[in-house]
């Protein structure tokens, strides 16, 4: 997304990714896009397939004690909603707008290594169709997840890094099986958490709350379909639609933030620099909030001569961050269960979730957070970005 906005400022980049093109491009992860995200691809001429098979949602359900109830997002966030469109089908559509407009992309990328961080030109050597290659550049976005190379060149004593893993795990299915509901379903229950979500009108996605060392060889067809008809099971009319699960895995669940998200000339974005939980759908819709803020800030060094707004980087980008991982773990605390939980605590957290479901500002404050804030919410000056094309 970086070097798309780039290439419609005239600035010149190279992305470098480890796995082969056909792997990300299938790779099933996040599916839920922010207005905000949305908007920004529509404006940067990527909307054409968004438009025809995104799955726009104005609204979500939580579910516990049977009941169900909807947050409306047009009540509370007039013209703003959420769009289900599949986190591998926005690569296809960046990688096929990169490859047109002649982008360098090279894939299967190995034994890349970045350095002169603090110098006039930084590196980057790597390995490419078994050809030792290196570039030197004015600047380096580490886009390579908390895991990357990016994050490891920053020396431990530069950088602050906040965490917190959380004692429970999801499992995710996705299944050939057409959603039978429009809207995202958050259900509470005694047993743990359950979410029924979709990637098109044909996939369900669901998940279930399990212990992080869950083994995925114990959890059976079955048992997958047994548990989310028990967690999932509501006073209405709501229906599974089950068919074959065609993927399945765990993951856990952790927050981190690095501080700064900069270094040198190296900026981290996206997972490299901030983690949150899945609850929230704020994981790649943080990752595409950076990376606009990051293309604006280069813009206006190469045309203007201004590192302003590169210096700024990192304190523009966390205060959005920060808004967020509040919002992941509030909505992962008020809805999963945690192992020694006591009656107490079940009250507190049914107590909670009459309120968000009661109180209008409560449910306000959810959809909000929710649909995503602003783009200038951060103190940014408004502005539209077609002004920078």
């Not at 995104?54 to 579910?63: C, F, T, V, Y």
């Not at 961080?117 to 390995?127: C, D, H, M, Q, R």
């Not at 957290?349 to 404050?365: D, G």
Request: net charge negative.
């Amino acid at each position: 997304m970086l070097s798309h906005l780039l290439h419609l400022r005239g600035i010149e980049s190279v992305v470098l990714e480890k796995h082969p093109r056909a792997y990300i491009e299938r790779r099933v992860r996040a599916g839920v896009l922010e207005q905000g995200t949305v908007d920004l691809l529509e404006q940067a001429g990527l909307g054409e397939r968004l438009r025809r098979e995104g799955m726009i949602h104005h609204g979500i359900q939580l579910r516990f004690d049977g009941s169900t109830h909807r947050i409306a997002f047009e009540e509370s966030t007039p013209g703003r909603g959420i769009t289900v469109y599949g986190q591998q089908e926005v690569i296809k559509d960046l990688i096929q707008a990169r490859l047109r407009a002649g982008g360098a992309l090279h894939f299967s990328v190995e034994q890349v290594n970045v350095g002169d961080l603090g110098g006039p030109l930084a590196t980057i050597s790597f390995v490419h169709e078994g050809a030792e290659r290196e570039l030197k550049c004015d600047f380096i976005a580490g886009c390579d997840g908390s895991h990357g190379v990016s994050r490891q060149a920053i020396p431990n004593d530069a950088i602050n890094v906040f965490e917190r893993t959380y004692p429970y795990a999801w499992l995710g299915i996705l299944a050939r099986a057409a959603p039978l509901h429009e809207e995202l379903v958050y259900a509470y229950h005694d047993r743990g958490f359950a979410l029924f979500s979709m990637r098109s009108p044909e996939l369900t996605r669901l998940y279930l709350q399990v212990e992080p060392g869950e083994c995925l060889e114990s959890w059976s067809d079955e048992r997958i379909w047994s548990e989310l008809r028990v967690r999932l099971a509501s006073n209405d009319d709501f229906r599974l639609n089950e068919g074959p699960i065609i993927e399945r895995s765990i993951t856990g669940m952790r927050s981190s933030v690095v501080e700064p998200m900069q270094y040198g000339r190296l900026y981290l974005a996206g997972d490299s620099a901030h983690i949150v939980p899945p609850t929230g759908a704020k994981g790649m819709n943080l990752a595409i909030a950076d990376v606009r803020v990051l293309a604006d800030a280069m813009a206006a060094y190469y045309a203007l001569g201004d590192h302003a707004a590169l210096a700024r980087y990192s304190q523009t980008c966390l205060e959005r961050v920060w808004r967020a991982e509040h919002f992941s773990w509030w909505m992962t605390s008020m809805l999963h269960r945690a192992p020694g939980d006591d009656a107490f605590q079940q009250r507190l957290q049914r107590s909670q979730l009459q309120y968000v479901v009661r109180s209008r500002a409560a449910s306000a404050s959810l959809a909000e957070n929710y649909v995503g804030l602003p783009s200038d919410w951060a103190g940014k000056a408004p502005e539209r970005l077609n002004s920078h094309f």
